[in-house]
């Protein structure tokens, strides 16, 4: 009896390549944590695409800066910190807004009450 070493070779490295393949999912989840990764650096924070506008979303698109979460279609782009949105100037014009009304409201008397 003759063994075919060759044709037990070629199925090792089958089984081989097999046990070290990735599925979709775990590409998904790699790919989902790389995003985190970058955005954690302090480099850029994490803005939701509903924030954005197209030209925004585009250019995060073509930086590789841009996730689209698998099966929700929400998007989210990695955007440095210098970079001002629409959503973050209203943010910030509501909360000096706010402040300022709160500043006119609470005076303190300057002389003390008789």
């Known amino acids: 009896m003759s063994i075919d ?3 037990i070779d070629r199925l090792f490295l ?3 390549q097999v046990t070290k393949a990735t599925t ?3 590409m998904e989840l790699q790919k989902a944590l790389d995003f985190l990764r970058r955005g954690a650096s ?3 924070r994490i803005v939701a695409s509903g924030d954005l506008t197209t030209y925004q979303i585009s250019e995060a698109q073509r930086r590789g800066l841009f996730y689209v979460e698998p ?3 929400i998007g989210w782009a990695l955007v440095p910190w210098d970079v001002t949105t629409t959503k973050d100037r209203k943010r910030e014009a ?3 807004s706010r402040n300022n009304m709160m500043a006119n409201t609470l005076t303190v008397p300057t002389t003390e009450p008789t």
């Open 5 to 7: 070493t060759e044709a």
């Open 24 to 26: 979709a999912k775990e």
């Open 42 to 44: 302090g480099e850029y």
């Open 71 to 73: 099966g929700g279609g």
């Open 94 to 96: 509501d909360y000096f």
């Open 14 to 16: 089958e089984l081989s």
